[in-house]
């Protein structure tokens, strides 16, 4: 894969991104023109009501969906010239991902759970894979649930599970789509400050998007987003 430079060196950069959507006659510009960029190691949340093209971004980001135009960097990656097999194992590898509503199987243990994504990735040795989840078992603060299957969970729990889950392959950028929606006041807290230890503790890009108001005196860098356009 060849390296890029993004503006001014960024970790990040997303150049002039516009996505825009056909329903029925109607067009919906859902991004209208999105510059931004990540530090490394940043924390940064987007903030922006429904509808405002929060999820839309993010998918860009995830490699999920593409751009009408425009151009996505991630690590000295250009994102839009890889090939479809290049970009899933662009995803698998260097990315993790955050849900709204937690998307953990079941049936499984909170240990399996977060064991699932280094299956699948060629990069990190089998001897390294159990070290790895206990680490990160420790670290979101679920030892002693450690084997329990994630239907006995809480809300709360169940993201911390997630949260291990997307680090667990030592991501390069963390994508979390209103990662604190579903939860209360307390356990929001709780989640916000798990995500911030980690990156704090591992260096790992942070990038989520919420349209909760209250969270933006946790984080230390806060972009608004309104009507697919970035206003401050
Ligand atoms: P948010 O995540 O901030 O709530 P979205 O990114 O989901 O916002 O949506 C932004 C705009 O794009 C909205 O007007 C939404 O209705 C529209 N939109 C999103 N996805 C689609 C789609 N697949 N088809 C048509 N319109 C869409
Ligand atoms: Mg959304």
Redesign the pocket.
Known sequence: MDVVNGVGGAFVSLEDLHRS?Q?GEAR?E?LRGINLQLKKGEFTAIL??????????L?MLGCIDVPNKGRVLIDGVDILRLTEGAKSRFRNERLGFIFQSFNIIAVLSVYDNIMLPLLINPLIPASERHQRVMDLIVDVGLEPQARSLSNKLSGGQRQRVAIARALVTDPVLVLA??PTANLDSETTQQIIDVMMSMNAKRHVTFFF?T?DEKLIRQVNRVVR?KD?RIVE
């Open positions: 959507y329903l919906v859902a922006g009501a429904s509808g405002s093209g929060k999820s839309t971004l998918n789509d209103e998007s349209h987003i697919g």
